[in-house]
């Protein structure tokens, strides 16, 4: 694909990116009946993969599309990702959010120096408009949270890194959003191993892209409210393409099913996995027959959330 | 020490007991102005050290003692502890708790093929006569929760895997209720290096320990609600003389300082750390002077707790 280059990605990230552990659970196995290795991407810098994408991106920058800063636009994951990383790079970052989201969610990007700009819209379709203006005002450069080579590369290293851990992998399985851990992951995994299976998981309420590579169209993304809120996005032309060619299936899931999955995990592993994060396996213990006797890398891509209110609280 | 000897317990249970993980926070470190390294027993078989010295005592015991199965007054960790290294044994293990004790506590030990017992008692002062009274019918032997030489050595074993990985370590703290895992910690510490300093931490609702300690008088346990529900215990004469001898001091930690430093590890960690396994490291944060500049071990002693009823939204 033209522009992605994991390994050169990773090069590049090292020192920078945490190398996160794989973990592997008896419970989980003897469950799906399959050998699951989780790949943990909430132990990374800012608490998910993100960091991996948004750090490629900016320090690849060349000295003077970094001069003036980066911006994007997230309150969520991204947003940290991309103001830590300019940090490192020691250039201002600009995070256009709406005035809407949670003070926890400002906070977190200004702990990490960046430069929040809140939009006063009345729909999530006006910010583009405000991130444009504060783009010109300041000739920052955008970091796009998925729809960027680089960012998709660096979402890769996670994948090069739990092949390294675990060379005979047969599946490997990732949450898909606007689809650049996805399109990074099948890229990476598919240089080592052609033969690897790569599927996608995401909930039934956002499954944009599961009837998007079941029908061959791209469709746009649905207003949705899934308690999986790192997966409300839809894919570019350029996923789009890329999952159609990698990719052998997407599996959507349940909001029971992922509350119930984020439960286990925290139950049964101890460890803080995000209802994003819990997609892929709640996909995996749904449809054993996909995974039954396989060795299957899980891609547990965050671990950010409201402590106050958890998943499993809100469906009661 | 009568009795005790990590090194023996650390050889009989190798093979049955995971080797958790050492973990590192920069968050952490910034905010104590200390290098803290968590041993992290939240990662134990079971959830918690528990299972270090209940298999230690059941692995030790004779063919004649070990023939009609252990018993133990457990609802908590002691028990599923108990009833997983019994079954490893091969023999039954009876497990006594109140009628009261809540449903996920008896599936647990199930869970582990332990046999539960619900005692029908007005107060929790009744129970070791039913406890006596099964032990008569079945010949079972008692395995204390911490007023045994096998299980003090046993809880002592994490400790010595800490030091392994980290050799230089100038504090240790862990958190006390009846006294066998700061006890065997203490032990194995200064079996290893004679001049590191040993702190003890524990609810202020509980605080008997303290007042023990400072008083040169063991006081029994209060009848404690503390949501550090595994520090409920109150000293043996063995864990008392043993800590007398050891231990610089015991610091107590307030209900809010336990709930808010349990979620901030949740958080920042990104790991399941139960309020007890959380009491040592509030008590750091409380006290940075006793541990500024210093090489801390910190045992996160376990990390079961109900998901449903987090700490820090019981006290709002």
Request: glycine share 8%.
């Amino acid at each position: 694909m033209q522009g992605i280059d994991v390994q050169e990605a990773a090069a590049r990230i090292r020192g920078h990116v945490h190398r996160t552990p794989v973990l592997t659970s008896s419970y989980f196995n003897a469950l799906t009946d399959a050998r699951l290795f989780f790949k943990c991407e909430n132990f990374q810098r800012i608490g998910a993969f993100k960091f991996r994408g948004a750090s490629n991106a900016i320090l690849a920058l060349s000295d003077e599309h970094a001069r003036n800063g980066v911006i994007t636009l997230s309150s969520g994951n991204h947003g940290q990702a991309v103001a830590l990383a300019a940090r490192i790079r020691g250039i201002p970052a600009y995070i256009v959010m709406p005035e809407s989201a949670p003070a926890a969610k400002r906070k977190a990007v200004e702990g990490y120096g960046g430069l929040v700009t809140l939009a006063r819209v009345k729909s999530i379709e006006e910010l583009p408009a405000t991130m444009e203006k504060v783009k010109a005002e300041t000739g920052a450069t955008l970091i796009h949270p998925f729809d960027d080579p680089k960012v998709i590369s660096g979402q890769g290293t996670a994948t090069l890194e739990l092949l390294k851990d675990v060379p005979n992998l047969n599946v490997v399985i990732a949450p898909v959003s606007g689809g650049s851990l996805l399109s990074g992951t099948s890229i990476a995994a598919k240089n080592i191993n052609k033969s690897i299976q790569l599927w996608g998981a995401e909930p039934e309420m956002a499954d944009d892209a599961f009837r998007s590579l079941r029908d061959g169209v791209r469709y746009p993304a649905t207003d949705s409210k899934t308690m999986a809120d790192g997966l409300r996005a839809s894919l570019s032309e350029r996923t789009f393409a890329i999952l159609r060619e990698n990719v052998n299936g997407i599996i959507p899931v349940s909001e029971r099913e992922i509350a119930d999955t984020t439960r286990s995990i925290w139950e049964r592993m101890k460890i803080v996995v995000e209802p994003s994060g819990a997609v892929p396996l709640a996909a995996v213990i749904k449809r054993p027959d996909a995974f039954r006797g396989q060795r299957v890398g899980v891609i547990f891509s965050g671990g950010n959330l409201d402590l106050d209110r958890l998943p499993w609280m809100q469906l009661e």
